[in-house]
Protein backbone atom coordinates (compact mmCIF):
# COMPACT_ATOMS: atom_id res chain seq x y z
CA UNK A 1 0.00 0.00 0.00
CA UNK A 2 2.17 2.88 -1.26
CA UNK A 3 -0.45 5.38 -1.35
CA UNK A 4 -1.43 7.74 1.49
CA UNK A 5 -4.04 6.41 3.40
CA UNK A 6 -7.45 8.64 2.85
CA UNK A 7 -9.09 8.21 6.60
CA UNK A 8 -13.04 8.64 7.14
CA UNK A 9 -12.79 11.84 9.25
CA UNK A 10 -9.72 13.73 9.94
CA UNK A 11 -9.34 16.70 11.36
CA UNK A 12 -8.41 20.06 9.42
CA UNK A 13 -6.00 22.83 10.51
CA UNK A 14 -6.90 26.50 9.49
CA UNK A 15 -4.05 27.28 10.06
CA UNK A 16 -5.13 29.80 12.79
CA UNK A 17 -4.86 27.48 15.83
CA UNK A 18 -1.34 28.48 16.40
CA UNK A 19 -1.90 31.77 17.06
CA UNK A 20 -4.80 31.56 19.24
CA UNK A 21 -2.54 29.08 21.36
CA UNK A 22 0.64 31.30 21.50
CA UNK A 23 -1.54 33.78 23.38
CA UNK A 24 -2.95 31.67 25.55
CA UNK A 25 0.54 30.44 26.18
CA UNK A 26 2.02 34.24 26.66
CA UNK A 27 -0.35 35.38 29.03
CA UNK A 28 0.10 31.94 31.00
CA UNK A 29 -3.48 30.74 30.72
CA UNK A 30 -3.60 27.15 30.19
CA UNK A 31 -5.75 25.50 33.00
CA UNK A 32 -9.19 24.77 32.17
CA UNK A 33 -12.34 27.75 32.53
CA UNK A 34 -11.22 31.38 32.15
CA UNK A 35 -11.22 34.07 29.39
CA UNK A 36 -10.06 32.27 26.39
CA UNK A 37 -12.93 29.53 26.88
CA UNK A 38 -15.07 32.09 27.60
CA UNK A 39 -14.13 33.81 23.80
CA UNK A 40 -14.61 30.65 22.41
CA UNK A 41 -18.16 30.12 23.76
CA UNK A 42 -19.17 34.13 22.76
CA UNK A 43 -17.85 33.05 19.22
CA UNK A 44 -19.96 30.41 18.82
CA UNK A 45 -23.26 31.76 20.03
CA UNK A 46 -22.51 34.37 17.10
CA UNK A 47 -21.47 31.62 14.77
CA UNK A 48 -25.28 30.00 15.69
CA UNK A 49 -26.89 33.83 15.71
CA UNK A 50 -29.57 32.53 18.30
CA UNK A 51 -30.55 33.07 22.03
CA UNK A 52 -28.42 30.62 23.12
CA UNK A 53 -25.76 30.17 26.47
CA UNK A 54 -23.20 27.87 25.90
CA UNK A 55 -21.03 26.12 28.08
CA UNK A 56 -18.32 24.21 26.65
CA UNK A 57 -16.68 21.19 28.18
CA UNK A 58 -13.71 18.51 27.99
CA UNK A 59 -16.22 16.31 25.69
CA UNK A 60 -19.64 15.82 24.36
CA UNK A 61 -20.09 12.51 26.29
CA UNK A 62 -19.46 15.30 29.56
CA UNK A 63 -21.69 17.76 27.99
CA UNK A 64 -24.61 14.81 27.69
CA UNK A 65 -24.14 14.11 31.26
CA UNK A 66 -24.52 17.21 32.64
CA UNK A 67 -27.15 18.03 30.14
CA UNK A 68 -29.06 14.96 31.75
CA UNK A 69 -28.21 16.07 35.29
CA UNK A 70 -30.10 19.92 34.34
CA UNK A 71 -32.45 17.94 33.31
CA UNK A 72 -33.14 16.05 36.49
CA UNK A 73 -32.60 12.36 35.72
CA UNK A 74 -31.67 10.39 39.03
CA UNK A 75 -31.32 6.75 39.48
CA UNK A 76 -34.01 4.75 38.38
CA UNK A 77 -35.51 6.84 36.12
CA UNK A 78 -35.85 5.98 32.36
CA UNK A 79 -34.38 7.90 29.41
CA UNK A 80 -35.82 7.47 25.83
CA UNK A 81 -33.02 7.43 23.36
CA UNK A 82 -32.47 6.81 19.28
CA UNK A 83 -30.87 3.46 18.92
CA UNK A 84 -28.72 4.40 15.85
CA UNK A 85 -26.22 6.44 17.13
CA UNK A 86 -22.74 6.69 18.97
CA UNK A 87 -22.37 4.69 22.71
CA UNK A 88 -21.80 8.04 24.12
CA UNK A 89 -25.48 8.97 23.90
CA UNK A 90 -25.94 6.27 25.76
CA UNK A 91 -23.49 5.46 28.55
CA UNK A 92 -23.94 8.93 30.82
CA UNK A 93 -28.03 7.52 30.95
CA UNK A 94 -25.81 4.53 32.82
CA UNK A 95 -23.42 6.98 34.58
CA UNK A 96 -26.54 8.84 36.83
CA UNK A 97 -27.75 5.14 37.19
CA UNK A 98 -30.61 5.31 35.08
CA UNK A 99 -32.24 3.16 32.59
CA UNK A 100 -31.83 3.32 28.51
CA UNK A 101 -35.39 2.88 26.14
CA UNK A 102 -34.03 2.35 22.94
CA UNK A 103 -36.26 3.73 19.99
CA UNK A 104 -35.77 3.04 16.29
CA UNK A 105 -35.11 5.27 13.47
CA UNK A 106 -37.20 6.19 10.84
CA UNK A 107 -36.48 5.86 6.71
CA UNK A 108 -36.44 9.81 6.09
CA UNK A 109 -33.65 10.94 8.34
CA UNK A 110 -33.05 7.61 10.41
CA UNK A 111 -33.56 9.11 13.76
CA UNK A 112 -35.85 8.57 16.46
CA UNK A 113 -39.02 7.21 14.96
CA UNK A 114 -42.49 9.49 15.74
CA UNK A 115 -44.58 6.18 15.64
CA UNK A 116 -42.23 4.16 17.98
CA UNK A 117 -41.07 6.73 20.38
CA UNK A 118 -45.26 7.40 21.22
CA UNK A 119 -45.85 3.84 21.41
CA UNK A 120 -43.04 3.82 24.01
CA UNK A 121 -44.06 6.45 26.14
CA UNK A 122 -47.44 4.72 26.16
CA UNK A 123 -46.07 1.56 26.97
CA UNK A 124 -43.71 2.76 29.85
CA UNK A 125 -46.62 4.78 31.62
CA UNK A 126 -48.69 2.04 31.56
CA UNK A 127 -46.30 -0.03 33.11
CA UNK A 128 -46.42 3.43 35.78
CA UNK A 129 -42.76 4.93 34.35
CA UNK A 130 -42.90 7.54 32.59
CA UNK A 131 -39.52 8.61 31.10
CA UNK A 132 -37.63 11.30 32.54
CA UNK A 133 -36.21 12.65 29.09
CA UNK A 134 -35.28 11.67 25.27
CA UNK A 135 -32.00 11.97 23.62
CA UNK A 136 -33.01 12.65 19.85
CA UNK A 137 -29.74 12.21 17.56
CA UNK A 138 -28.46 14.39 14.26
CA UNK A 139 -27.39 11.54 12.76
CA UNK A 140 -24.29 12.31 10.46
CA UNK A 141 -25.75 15.64 10.70
CA UNK A 142 -28.98 14.91 9.18
CA UNK A 143 -31.81 17.13 11.62
CA UNK A 144 -34.28 15.02 12.99
CA UNK A 145 -38.25 15.05 12.30
CA UNK A 146 -38.67 18.27 14.28
CA UNK A 147 -41.89 19.18 14.36
CA UNK A 148 -43.18 15.55 14.96
CA UNK A 149 -40.85 15.12 17.85
CA UNK A 150 -41.37 18.28 19.43
CA UNK A 151 -45.31 17.50 19.46
CA UNK A 152 -44.96 14.24 21.19
CA UNK A 153 -42.72 15.49 23.68
CA UNK A 154 -45.26 19.02 24.43
CA UNK A 155 -48.05 16.18 24.57
CA UNK A 156 -46.47 14.06 27.05
CA UNK A 157 -44.02 17.03 28.99
CA UNK A 158 -40.82 14.99 28.16
CA UNK A 159 -37.92 17.32 27.51
CA UNK A 160 -35.63 16.62 24.36
CA UNK A 161 -32.20 16.39 24.93
CA UNK A 162 -30.69 17.11 21.56
CA UNK A 163 -27.26 14.73 21.03
CA UNK A 164 -25.92 17.09 17.99
CA UNK A 165 -22.68 15.93 18.38
CA UNK A 166 -21.91 15.57 14.59
CA UNK A 167 -24.85 18.14 13.27
CA UNK A 168 -22.80 21.51 14.21
CA UNK A 169 -23.66 23.45 11.30
CA UNK A 170 -26.83 21.67 10.29
CA UNK A 171 -30.27 23.07 10.18
CA UNK A 172 -33.63 22.87 9.78
CA UNK A 173 -35.95 25.82 8.72
CA UNK A 174 -32.97 27.82 9.14
CA UNK A 175 -32.62 26.89 13.17
CA UNK A 176 -29.55 25.53 13.96
CA UNK A 177 -29.16 22.28 15.19
CA UNK A 178 -28.28 21.87 18.88
CA UNK A 179 -31.18 24.31 19.30
CA UNK A 180 -34.06 22.21 18.45
CA UNK A 181 -34.40 20.73 22.00
CA UNK A 182 -34.39 22.00 25.63
CA UNK A 183 -30.88 21.38 25.72
CA UNK A 184 -28.47 20.46 23.04
CA UNK A 185 -24.89 19.22 22.70
CA UNK A 186 -22.07 19.80 20.69
CA UNK A 187 -18.85 17.65 20.11
CA UNK A 188 -15.20 19.01 19.06
CA UNK A 189 -13.60 15.32 18.94
CA UNK A 190 -10.46 15.44 16.51
CA UNK A 191 -12.91 13.00 13.86
CA UNK A 192 -15.78 15.70 13.78
CA UNK A 193 -16.70 18.92 11.81
CA UNK A 194 -13.91 21.22 13.66
CA UNK A 195 -11.96 20.13 16.79
CA UNK A 196 -10.76 21.56 19.91
CA UNK A 197 -9.00 18.49 19.85
CA UNK A 198 -11.46 17.09 22.44
CA UNK A 199 -14.15 18.92 23.76
CA UNK A 200 -17.81 19.65 23.42
CA UNK A 201 -20.68 22.00 24.55
CA UNK A 202 -23.70 22.85 26.20
CA UNK A 203 -26.44 24.65 24.32
CA UNK A 204 -28.72 25.91 27.31
CA UNK A 205 -31.55 28.48 27.15
CA UNK A 206 -30.87 31.18 30.11
CA UNK A 207 -27.90 31.81 32.23
CA UNK A 208 -28.94 29.79 35.28
CA UNK A 209 -28.39 26.97 33.60
CA UNK A 210 -24.90 28.00 32.18
CA UNK A 211 -23.67 28.80 36.02
CA UNK A 212 -24.82 25.02 37.13
CA UNK A 213 -23.50 23.19 34.25
CA UNK A 214 -20.35 25.18 34.84
CA UNK A 215 -20.74 24.42 38.48
CA UNK A 216 -20.84 20.70 38.27
CA UNK A 217 -18.16 20.79 35.72
CA UNK A 218 -16.12 22.34 38.54
CA UNK A 219 -16.10 20.03 41.10
CA UNK A 220 -19.46 21.93 42.41
CA UNK A 221 -17.25 24.28 44.65
CA UNK A 222 -19.09 26.00 47.06
CA UNK A 223 -18.62 29.82 47.05
CA UNK A 224 -16.19 29.85 49.92
CA UNK A 225 -12.75 30.67 50.86
CA UNK A 226 -11.99 26.91 51.14
CA UNK A 227 -13.44 24.08 49.44
CA UNK A 228 -16.57 23.45 50.38
CA UNK A 229 -18.17 20.77 48.11
CA UNK A 230 -22.17 20.03 49.18
CA UNK A 231 -22.81 17.92 46.21
CA UNK A 232 -20.81 15.87 43.47
CA UNK A 233 -19.07 17.62 40.71
CA UNK A 234 -17.39 16.74 37.60
CA UNK A 235 -14.22 17.81 36.39
CA UNK A 236 -15.61 18.03 33.02
CA UNK A 237 -14.67 22.21 32.29
CA UNK A 238 -12.50 22.45 28.69
CA UNK A 239 -9.11 23.78 28.72
CA UNK A 240 -7.84 27.33 27.34
CA UNK A 241 -5.59 25.57 25.08
CA UNK A 242 -8.48 23.41 24.14
CA UNK A 243 -10.62 26.41 23.60
CA UNK A 244 -7.89 28.25 21.62
CA UNK A 245 -7.30 25.90 19.36
CA UNK A 246 -11.38 25.92 18.58
CA UNK A 247 -10.92 29.68 17.81
CA UNK A 248 -9.13 29.08 15.46
CA UNK A 249 -10.76 26.10 13.81
CA UNK A 250 -13.95 28.45 14.34
CA UNK A 251 -13.09 30.53 11.58
CA UNK A 252 -13.24 28.35 8.73
CA UNK A 253 -15.76 26.47 10.09
CA UNK A 254 -18.68 27.90 6.67
CA UNK A 255 -15.62 26.22 4.47
CA UNK A 256 -15.66 22.74 6.35
CA UNK A 257 -19.13 22.73 5.88
CA UNK A 258 -18.79 23.43 2.27
CA UNK A 259 -16.22 20.89 1.78
CA UNK A 260 -18.45 18.45 3.54
CA UNK A 261 -21.44 19.09 1.39
CA UNK A 262 -19.13 19.56 -1.41
CA UNK A 263 -18.15 15.40 -1.08
CA UNK A 264 -21.46 14.79 -0.61
CA UNK A 265 -22.41 16.39 -4.13
CA UNK A 266 -19.43 14.29 -5.39
CA UNK A 267 -20.60 10.32 -4.06
CA UNK A 268 -24.08 11.43 -5.49
CA UNK A 269 -23.02 12.01 -8.72
CA UNK A 270 -20.35 9.12 -8.90
CA UNK A 271 -23.71 6.97 -7.52
CA UNK A 272 -26.10 9.00 -9.75
CA UNK A 273 -26.35 5.74 -12.21
CA UNK A 274 -26.44 2.70 -9.78
CA UNK A 275 -29.65 1.92 -8.91
CA UNK A 276 -28.78 -0.38 -5.86
CA UNK A 277 -27.31 2.57 -4.34
CA UNK A 278 -28.41 5.37 -2.68
CA UNK A 279 -26.92 8.26 -1.37
CA UNK A 280 -28.21 9.15 1.63
CA UNK A 281 -29.55 12.63 1.73
CA UNK A 282 -31.76 15.57 2.65
CA UNK A 283 -35.68 14.49 2.19
CA UNK A 284 -36.74 18.45 1.18
CA UNK A 285 -35.79 21.83 1.62
CA UNK A 286 -36.38 22.30 5.25
CA UNK A 287 -33.30 20.28 6.19
CA UNK A 288 -29.74 21.41 5.75
CA UNK A 289 -26.97 18.88 6.26
CA UNK A 290 -23.73 19.86 7.10
CA UNK A 291 -23.08 15.99 5.50
CA UNK A 292 -20.32 15.41 8.58
CA UNK A 293 -19.96 11.65 7.14
CA UNK A 294 -21.23 10.81 3.65
CA UNK A 295 -22.78 7.60 3.82
CA UNK A 296 -24.94 4.73 1.51
CA UNK A 297 -26.75 2.26 1.06
CA UNK A 298 -26.15 -1.07 -0.78
CA UNK A 299 -28.79 -3.13 -2.20
CA UNK A 300 -26.83 -6.26 -2.43
CA UNK A 301 -29.65 -8.28 -4.91
CA UNK A 302 -29.29 -4.77 -7.33
CA UNK A 303 -26.03 -4.57 -6.79
CA UNK A 304 -24.93 -8.66 -7.90
CA UNK A 305 -24.26 -9.87 -4.04
CA UNK A 306 -21.80 -6.85 -3.60
CA UNK A 307 -22.17 -5.90 0.30
CA UNK A 308 -20.65 -3.26 2.40
CA UNK A 309 -18.31 -4.92 3.92
CA UNK A 310 -17.01 -6.50 0.33
CA UNK A 311 -17.06 -3.04 -0.49
CA UNK A 312 -15.33 -1.67 2.56
CA UNK A 313 -12.21 -4.54 2.36
CA UNK A 314 -11.68 -4.04 -1.14
CA UNK A 315 -11.20 0.29 -0.25
CA UNK A 316 -9.11 -0.63 2.77
CA UNK A 317 -6.41 -3.11 -0.02
CA UNK A 318 -5.98 0.32 -1.53
CA UNK A 319 -5.86 2.14 1.90
CA UNK A 320 -8.49 3.43 1.69
CA UNK A 321 -11.12 3.71 5.07
CA UNK A 322 -14.63 3.41 5.15
CA UNK A 323 -16.78 1.78 7.69
CA UNK A 324 -20.15 0.83 8.74
CA UNK A 325 -22.73 2.41 9.84
CA UNK A 326 -23.09 2.65 13.61
CA UNK A 327 -24.35 -0.10 14.92
CA UNK A 328 -27.57 0.04 17.19
CA UNK A 329 -27.07 0.33 20.22
CA UNK A 330 -30.29 -2.25 21.36
CA UNK A 331 -27.66 -4.84 19.23
CA UNK A 332 -24.88 -4.13 21.30
CA UNK A 333 -23.67 -6.93 23.89
CA UNK A 334 -23.48 -3.90 26.78
CA UNK A 335 -27.17 -2.65 26.39
CA UNK A 336 -29.17 -5.56 24.65
CA UNK A 337 -31.20 -6.31 28.22
CA UNK A 338 -32.94 -2.88 27.63
CA UNK A 339 -36.20 -2.68 26.30
CA UNK A 340 -36.44 -1.18 22.47
CA UNK A 341 -39.75 -0.12 20.69
CA UNK A 342 -39.61 -0.40 17.22
CA UNK A 343 -39.14 -2.88 13.93
CA UNK A 344 -35.94 -3.43 12.01
CA UNK A 345 -34.90 -0.37 10.31
CA UNK A 346 -32.11 0.51 12.17
CA UNK A 347 -30.73 -2.98 12.33
CA UNK A 348 -31.73 -2.84 8.03
CA UNK A 349 -29.98 0.64 7.67
CA UNK A 350 -26.57 -1.30 9.95
CA UNK A 351 -26.38 -4.38 7.87
CA UNK A 352 -27.07 -2.54 4.19
CA UNK A 353 -25.11 0.84 5.33
CA UNK A 354 -21.53 2.18 4.93
CA UNK A 355 -19.84 5.63 5.47
CA UNK A 356 -17.25 7.06 2.71
CA UNK A 357 -14.19 8.74 3.41
CA UNK A 358 -15.78 12.46 4.02
CA UNK A 359 -12.93 14.75 5.51
CA UNK A 360 -12.82 18.75 4.39
CA UNK A 361 -9.33 18.11 3.64
CA UNK A 362 -10.21 15.62 0.69
CA UNK A 363 -8.61 16.83 -2.22
CA UNK A 364 -9.09 16.81 -6.13
CA UNK A 365 -6.11 13.73 -6.29
CA UNK A 366 -7.84 11.65 -3.16
CA UNK A 367 -11.42 11.84 -4.62
CA UNK A 368 -9.92 10.62 -8.05
CA UNK A 369 -8.52 7.67 -6.26
CA UNK A 370 -11.59 6.66 -4.53
CA UNK A 371 -13.79 7.23 -7.70
CA UNK A 372 -10.92 5.04 -9.23
CA UNK A 373 -11.08 2.31 -7.04
CA UNK A 374 -14.85 2.14 -6.53
CA UNK A 375 -15.53 2.12 -10.62
CA UNK A 376 -13.13 -0.67 -10.60
CA UNK A 377 -15.24 -2.70 -8.11
CA UNK A 378 -18.72 -2.15 -9.26
CA UNK A 379 -17.21 -2.80 -12.74
CA UNK A 380 -16.16 -6.02 -11.08
CA UNK A 381 -19.55 -7.00 -10.08
CA UNK A 382 -20.97 -5.97 -13.47
CA UNK A 383 -23.37 -3.52 -11.71
CA UNK A 384 -25.12 -0.68 -13.85
Known amino acids: MHNKRIFLSESHPSGRELEYVQNALQANVITSGGNIVQDFENDLVRFLNQNTFIAATNSGTAAIHLALLLLGVEPGDEVLCQTLTFSASVNPILYIGATPVFIDSEDTTWNMCPIALEAAIQDRMRKGKKPKCMVVVDLYGMPFQVEKIQAIANKYSIPILEDSAEAL ?150 NIEARPLWKPMHLQPVFEKYSFYGGKLAASLFESGLCLPSSSNLNAQSRARIQERIISLLQKYNCH
Open 169 to 318: GSRYKEKPCGTLGDIGVFSFNGNKIITTSSGGALLLSDLLQKERATFLATQARDVAPYYQHSEVGYNYAMSSIAAAVGRGQLEVLEERIAARRFNHAFYSDLFANFKGITVFSEPNSDFFSNYWLTTILIDKEKMNGLTPEIFRLYLEEF
